[in-house]
């Protein structure tokens, strides 16, 4: 396994892209050193360019952004949920969380009902390192979350999907505590986007842009629309659609880009071949070639067949909205104060 | 192999099960969706039938739809996007069926009256049931099956 991780093949671009960056940084001069010294700024400017990108994919191109970034991003992004989730925050060392958590998120891996993810985050309130009053209001938080989604049916199931992206935002959020105020001008970005996006001036530029018209065959939007929005009125519809592409391009940025920026205890940013290191260490050498196996195959079954490709990251990927709720529970209850 | 490579050996077995689909019990349909029509207009059944374990649409699936509010069967083939669509329906409890390769699903649906229900299938055209009678009963006075007659018959939702 060392042969393959430590091979010239996989080290020597790390290091080119290193050499890159310092010759960028040079040229930069002096206007990039606050930004690598930073943390606050560099995140902030990073998660509202993230935005602005993130808005402009989903006026431009939403329905190939739609089938394309889960195939792109997806498998890296669930390794990121369970490095930041579940190795770095140690629950990976807790046995009981293992067999009594991890059973019923096991059971929405393979197919079982989502409302089983809700057992999950409850047996982990109860299971939390808190006190017992604040573990109770979790649990009783999270029936009623759960009785609510179930009541739904299959639009709670939607509802949850929609929320589980914004998600990663709130964790983002919590990651760190904040000395300034510089992260709260990406997240006013963002619900200034998120609002336009909901608004008829957003559809109607997108139209505009012939946004909607360019689309992969097997998913156009009248598939998007019965997918992300069933039963709503299609100009209504459509907007949903578009918040949703938008939400999913920054949940995969905030997992691969701005928690691992938040996690770090050095303030300054690592080295490609430093981070590479650092994942190797949380994830093992085994783990490493297994999460870069996924990626590659699901590439590769994109490449040969795209829909079903998707298909099957979303079968692969439907435990890790739980994963994100069990894990979100925990670090809330056991949050020092 | 340290718990750690174990673990991740054993996540890796599930994903890619997970993602092939094989660990997908039953057809897993979409839930049908409701629209309300103008109070006045007859109601419509319409859906897409997918392959489950590709995504795709499937064209030339045969959909036939009974009820006993309606005079005998209709039926249709799907479009080349996998669509199908009954329009002009009266309000009844509706058994929607399709049939393509070798699967054979039926979905019972209510259909309200002035609504555009979609009911959409997920359907594994290669899924092949075996169904061994094991009671002897009477089909109709003078015939009986015989409990060892082992009779092969396509998949339905009532099996899975």
Redesign the interface.
């Known amino acids: 396994m060392h042969v393959v991780l430590d091979s010239p093949l996989v080290v020597r671009p790390l290091a080119a892209a290193d050499a890159m960056r310092r010759r960028w940084l040079h040229l930069l001069g002096p206007a990039a050193r606050p930004i690598v010294r930073r943390r606050e700024l560099r995140v902030a400017l990073v998660f509202s360019a993230l935005i602005l990108l993130a808005l402009a994919g989903a006026l431009l191109l939403p329905l190939w952004l739609l089938l394309l970034a889960p195939i792109a991003w997806g498998v890296p992004h669930l390794i990121a949920d369970l490095r930041y989730l579940v190795i770095r925050s140690g629950y990976h060392l807790r046995t009981r969380l293992w067999w009594f958590a991890g059973g019923p998120l096991l059971w929405v891996a393979v197919g079982g009902e989502l409302v089983w993810g809700f057992v999950a985050a409850m047996v982990a309130a109860i299971l939390a390192r808190a006190e017992l009053g604040r573990r109770l209001v979790a649990v009783v938080l999270l029936a009623a979350a759960a009785a609510a989604v179930f009541a739904l049916g299959g639009a709670g199931d939607l509802v949850f999907s929609y929320l589980h992206n914004f998600l990663a935002i709130a964790f983002w959020w919590l990651w760190r505590p904040r000395a300034g105020r510089l992260h709260l001008l990406p997240l006013a970005l963002l619900l200034a986007a998120a609002a336009f996006l909901l608004s008829p001036a957003a559809l109607a530029l997108s139209q505009a842009l012939g946004g909607l018209a360019w689309s992969p065959a097997s998913a156009g939007p009248d598939h998007q629309l019965w997918r992300l929005a069933p039963g709503l009125p299609p100009e209504l519809g459509l907007r949903l659609v578009l918040l949703f592409c938008f939400s999913q391009s920054l949940h995969y940025g905030v997992w691969l880009h701005l928690v691992p920026d938040e996690d770090r205890e050095r303030a300054t940013p690592p080295t490609f071949r430093a981070s590479y290191d650092f994942l190797r260490r949380d994830l093992g050498d085994v783990g490493l070639v297994v999460a870069a196996l996924l990626t590659l195959a699901i590439a590769a079954w994109a490449v040969v067949d795209l829909a079903a490709a998707n298909l099957g990251y979303f079968r692969m990927a439907r435990f890790h909205g739980h994963l994100e709720l069990v894990a979100g529970t925990l670090l809330l209850l056991e949050r020092r104060r | ?2 718990r ?2 174990l ?3 054993v ?2 077995v ?8 094989v ?3 039953g057809p ?1 349909h ?2 049908a ?3 309300l029509l103008s109070p006045g207009d007859s109601s419509q059944l319409v859906g ?1 039938v997918h392959d489950r ?5 499937i064209p030339a699936a045969l959909v036939i739809i009974q009820c006993t509010c309606l005079a005998g069967a209709r039926e249709m083939m799907s479009n080349d996007g996998g669509a199908f669509g009954f329009r002009d329906l009266p309000p009844g409890k509706y058994t929607v069926q399709v049939l393509f390769g070798y699967a054979n699903v039926n979905r019972t649906v209510e259909l309200a009256p002035a609504t555009r229900m ?1 009911t ?1 299938f997920r359907i594994d055209p290669d899924q092949r049931f075996t169904i061994t009678v094991t009671h002897v009963f009477d089909l109709a006075p003078g015939i009986r099956v015989r409990p060892d007659l082992g009779v092969s018959a396509a998949p339905s939702d009532a099996f899975t």
């Open positions: 192999m340290d750690r490579s673990v991740a050996v996540l890796g599930v994903s890619v099960a997970c993602a092939t689909g660990l997908e019990r897993n979409p839930p969706v409701v629209e897409v374990n590709t995504g795709h649409a979609r959409d």
